[in-house]
């Protein structure tokens, strides 16, 4: 019914930027809170940062000043832009959105994820 679709990840130096992007398509009424979570390995998958339709944002104490999340509500799309990266940064970057779908009698908001796109911070 509905799928999300991340690109941008891939392999960085220390210090280097990168942009996530992730696209929400299929039977959309609209596209209420989306957000950026990643699982670096062994470790439980964590909040990075949300954004609401309205533009409130919020962000894990430890990329505050160095990642900024937007989005494209016309597009159904939201990014990431990362910078400053560290090794500490590595990990799958999962996309998520609270989606109101169309559906009968009525629509229905659900959440949904992202498969992951990998991000590699390298010394």
């Known amino acids: 019914q509905v799928q999300l679709v991340e690109s941008g990840g891939g392999l960085v130096q220390v210090g280097g930027s990168l942009r996530l992007s992730c696209t929400a398509s299929?039977?959309?009424?609209?596209?209420?809170?989306m957000g950026w979570y990643r699982q670096a390995p062994g470790k439980q998958r964590e909040l990075v940062a949300t954004?609401?339709?309205?533009?409130?944002?919020n962000y894990a104490d430890s990329v505050k000043g160095r990642f900024t999340i937007s989005r494209d509500n016309a597009a159904n799309t939201v990014y990431l832009q990362m910078n400053s990266l560290t090794p500490g940064d590595t990990a799958v970057y999962y996309c998520n959105a609270y989606v109101l779908v169309r559906a009968l009698p009525g629509p229905y908001e659900a959440s949904y994820w992202g498969e992951g796109t990998l991000v590699t911070v390298t010394a």
């Open positions: 954004i609401t339709s309205g533009g409130n944002t």
């Open positions: 299929g039977r959309i009424v609209g596209v209420n809170a």
